[in-house]
């Protein structure tokens, strides 16, 4: 157990570096984005004067190293800066309030959401997954196999929209059952939340399901060849407890894999399903960052979801590790 | 016991006409040709034959039980009145680990890494409803106990890999009995294991089918194991029954030739060669090596010579260190302490740092032809290789060279040379492997377990063509192998090892007569011979506790 606790620490220190070196890439990007700020919040009204008071308020004429180093120092002591769209301008409505909200106050809530999103996703998506891809090896080359396999494919290759509008007119508009619009707030019951974010899980369990099952399948399959499941046979076990108890057990490390890389999405790449619902996630505050070249706020998320894969792989190794019984139980 | 014993008691399997086939891509090709087969209750029936006799196929076939890619076509089955052809497969697995059970060659492989050893054991009585857990686990280790496993009541809660292999297919065999059952099918199950773990095994599966009186078709290409085992034997040669006897007549009077070449194989044995000039430079001198994989050193203090012309063969089980040797001879692993030499000059430890003349001079053949010859280049190009390599050859020249080689290996280049592995047989591909290293010209060679994949005949072959090479090309051989019988037939000089140490080394006709040092003597006592007394003649010797890993405990 020591090794994997050493596995760990290098793997978190590792992680740091990752996370040091996407700020610098992230940007460096954003800087190379043609227009700033200050350009994209006027508009088409920016005069030659406003945008360079806007530029000395946020401190955008001075030289991008600088700015980023400004940046690190305060990230490195836990401030993540301002949002640039959320200052009060003093040169823009003529006095400054002096209160600004932080990156850290204004993500908190969205990501909170994303979590929770991804959470639900996941509580259906895997089990959902794994329990068909085991049906899948067990009843392989059937027709209720191809039939499975039709469908997850077809539903990984549809656009997302697409899937979502389909549920949408399934599930909210021929049968209300479900609210097609997602808006979530503070203070809501945990019950009604959940009914109001079912919808998009279920179109994000469409998506991510494939994946997750193929790999199941594919996973068992390639071990059914092995003497210990014909010994398991031999013994006139049942097929579905060879499958679940003797294939299942060592197939585990590629299937968590698979789970932590489809996780790691639900956290990072939904914003088309959170634009179709309405759902406040980090996703669209993030692109409507990038939009408007709100740095902090672009580079507070990407560090997120950099963490977010660091850590969810992290995770699905250790796992795998752990679900390896010569690694549990030393000779 | 003859086939008399067995006359008035009740058939138990009967397989008639039985023809199988198997699918390579589209086609099915015929893998047991029309095979008649009965068992009555509590006989051993021997089936034996070399690799791709279908001993493995037919075996499977007497549960019912065919592979993927494999089809019985015609024949029947019955098991106690069962069709097991007819039998629904729900029907069927109400009687495998049940009635029937099975044991596989790797135990190793054929226990499930997951689990528990217990949780397997008793898997199939409770599954079949047979026994409770508990009632099973406590069963488990009064098996264990007969079958002489250390521990009993602790070793089931192990995980395989925590468990050695012999003692595993101890435990597979005590699987098999779990829900003691009519009929068990051992397939190869002391091929994989030592000799002196061997012995314990045998002795261990032969009591435990005797006390419980089960009836087993046991499945091996050992003959002197199958003539301890079995009450009659069956001969399949390429899905053929050749014959089939009760074990002594097979023994002292086989009708067929091809029965006859199986049992002549082992008298093959080249005489030893003069002992060397005292003070004659060894072409390598293995002085004080010893070596470590990490900080742990699996090898003490090794030293021993190689001379002219002559061969040293060095022995012992798995983990002994033999191949370990090998590896600091040719480089791959530079000892921690100790040196190697060539014709009396120091070669550099790390095979990096040796010149082309010196690389050249040591060449090495490989235990697995199947994986040491690259698959897809051509018999030509993988001889050719080193010719263009360590001689500068190219062309025609290096064509001609190449013919010259396959001649000496014995394979026509008009008809092989452009052949690739995978269209070749195990002995062929072998013969490659041979081919290759003499391409460098060597001086020295090292052979690695080179026959202990192949069959007899085939091995045989290789063994007498190695010798010949030897006398022509005055070649000198480090031969590794943990068959005594291939030490005999083959070696001048003789090295026993064990736990990285030289126990005892010394001239062949020494080493094989008495007395010898104790771990040579387990070794040699160890080998099974074509005498079907002979484990019940040396289990009262030396009594159950002075055989196998027991005795090698007492060895200090």
Request: hydrophobic share 45%.
């Given at each position: 157990?020591?090794?994997?606790l ?25 800087n ?8 994209a ?28 180093m ?10 993540l ?22 990156v ?26 794994v329990?068909?891809?085991?049906l899948?090896?067990l009843?392989?080359n ?15 290759s ?29 203070g ?26 193929r ?18 046979r ?17 197939a ?21 399903v ?7 996630g ?45 690694l549990?139980?030393?000779? | 016991?003859?086939n ?15 023809w199988?086939?198997?699918r ?10 029309g ?9 051993v ?28 076509s ?7 009145g ?67 496993l ?10 395989p ?22 009929l ?7 091929t994989a ?5 061997q ?68 008298e ?45 063969a ?36 790390d ?17 697995m ?9 051509t ?17 025609k ?19 092989f ?53 030897q006398?022509?090309?005055?070649l ?29 080394q010394?001239p ?37 506790d ?11």
């Amino acid at each position: 157990m020591n090794s994997v606790l050493k596995i760990i620490a290098q793997r978190l220190a590792l992680g740091l570096l990752t996370l040091f070196i996407v700020s610098i890439v992230i940007f460096a990007a954003v800087n190379l984005l043609p227009g700033d700020f200050a350009q994209a919040i006027l508009g088409q009204g920016a005069t030659p004067e406003a945008v360079e008071a806007i530029r000395t308020d946020l401190g955008l004429d001075q030289h991008p190293v600088k700015r980023y180093m400004q940046w690190l120092g305060g990230a490195l002591q836990g401030d993540l800066g301002n949002s640039f769209a959320q200052a009060n301008f003093a040169s823009f409505v003529g006095d400054d309030s002096g209160v600004r909200t932080s990156v850290a106050q204004q993500i908190a809530p969205r990501f909170a959401n994303t979590m929770f999103l991804a959470g639900v996703t996941a509580a259906i998506a895997v089990p959902f997954a794994v329990t068909l891809g085991i049906l899948a090896a067990l009843y392989r080359n059937s027709v209720f196999d191809r039939a499975t396999n039709i469908l997850t494919l077809s539903s990984i290759s549809s656009p997302e929209f697409f899937l979502a509008y389909v549920l949408i007119l399934f599930l909210a508009v021929l049968n209300p059952w479900l609210p097609s619009l997602s808006n979530i707030y503070d203070g809501m019951a945990f019950s009604e939340r959940l009914e109001k974010t079912l919808l998009p899980a279920l179109t994000l369990t469409l998506v991510v399901t494939a994946h997750m099952m193929r790999m199941t399948r594919a996973a068992i399959i390639n071990l059914l060849a092995s003497p210990y499941i014909e010994m398991a046979r031999l013994k006139g076990i049942n097929p579905m407890r060879v499958i679940v108890r003797h294939a299942l057990p060592n197939a585990l490390a590629p299937i968590i894999n698979v789970i932590a890389l489809n996780l790691a999405y639900l956290i990072t790449g939904v914003v088309v399903v959170e634009v179709v619902f309405v759902y406040p996630g980090i996703g669209q505050l993030f692109v409507d960052s990038v939009k408007i070249r709100d740095i902090p706020v672009v580079q507070a998320c990407c560090l997120i979801f950099a963490a977010a894969y660091i850590l969810l792989n992290l995770t699905a190794d250790i796992l795998s590790i752990v679900s390896n019984p010569r690694l549990r139980h030393p000779k | 016991m003859s086939n008399d014993a067995f006359k008035d008691a009740e058939t138990l399997v009967e397989m008639k006409g039985i023809w199988m086939e198997g699918r390579s891509d589209e086609d099915w090709h015929p893998i047991i040709n029309g095979v008649d087969l009965t068992l009555r209750k509590g006989e051993v029936l021997g089936l034996i034959g070399e690799s791709g006799a279908g001993k493995s196929t037919l075996g499977l076939a007497s549960m019912g039980f065919c592979r993927d890619g494999v089809r019985i076509s015609k024949g029947s089955v019955m098991f106690d009145g069962i069709d097991l052809l007819a039998a629904s497969s729900e029907e069927k697995r109400q009687l495998l680990g049940k009635r029937i059970a099975y044991v596989a060659q790797s135990a190793a492989a054929s226990f499930n890494p997951a689990h528990r050893l217990i949780d397997q054991h008793t898997e199939a009585p409770i599954q079949h409803g047979v026994m409770s857990k508990d009632e099973s686990e406590a069963d488990g280790m009064e098996l264990y106990r007969k079958l002489r496993l250390p521990n009993p009541d602790e070793i089931g809660f192990r995980y395989p890999h925590q468990v050695s292999g012999g003692q595993l297919q101890r435990a597979m065999t005590a699987m098999a009995m779990a829900c003691r059952p009519d009929l068990i099918i051992f397939d190869e199950p002391t091929t994989a294991l030592d000799v002196t773990t061997q012995i314990e095994v045998l002795a261990s599966i032969r009591e435990i089918v005797e006390e419980f009186d089960t009836a087993a078709i046991y499945i091996t290409h050992d003959l002197a194991v199958v003539a301890q085992m079995a009450d009659t034997i069956k001969v399949l040669l390429k899905g053929d029954e050749v014959e089939e006897a009760e074990t002594r007549e097979m023994l002292s009077h086989p009708t067929q030739d091809y029965t006859k070449s199986l049992w002549a194989v082992r008298e093959f044995q080249r005489p030893q060669k003069p002992a060397v000039i005292t003070g004659s430079t060894p072409v390598i001198s293995v002085k004080n090596v010893t070596a470590a994989y990490g900080k742990i050193d699996v090898l003490h203090d090794v030293s021993f010579d190689i001379h002219e012309g002559r061969t040293v063969a060095v022995v012992g089980e798995s983990g002994s260190g033999k191949s370990t040797t090998a590896r600091c001879i040719t480089g791959l692993l530079p000892p921690r302490i100790g040196s190697i030499e060539l014709d009396g000059n120091p070669l550099p430890l790390d095979y990096r740092k040796r010149d082309r003349s010196q690389l050249q001079k040591i060449q090495m053949i490989y235990q697995m032809a199947d994986t040491a010859l690259n698959p897809r280049q051509t018999v030509g190009d993988i001889i050719g290789r080193p010719v263009e390599f360590y001689t500068g050859l190219t062309g025609k020249a290096r064509r001609k060279r190449v013919e010259e080689l396959m001649d000496q290996i014995e394979l026509p280049a008009s008809q092989f040379i452009d052949r690739l592995p995978s269209e070749m047989s195990g002995g062929q591909k072998q013969r490659v492997g041979i081919a290759r290293s003499l391409a460098a010209e060597p001086e020295f060679i090292i052979c690695d377990e080179v026959t202990s994949a192949l069959d007899q005949l085939v091995a045989e072959g290789i063994l007498r063509l190695l010798a010949d090479l030897q006398d022509k090309l005055n070649l000198s051989y480090m031969f590794i192998t943990h068959d005594l019988a291939t030490v005999k037939s083959i070696a001048d000089e003789v090295v026993v090892m064990k736990d990285g140490d030289v126990i005892e080394q010394g001239p062949k006709t020494e080493m094989f007569t008495p007395p010898h040092h104790a771990y040579t003597d387990l070794l040699l006592s160890s080998v099974p011979e074509m005498d079907p007394d002979w484990l019940t003649n040396l289990l009262k010797e030396r009594g159950v506790d002075n055989i196998g890993d027991a005795a090698v405990g007492k060895i200090t």
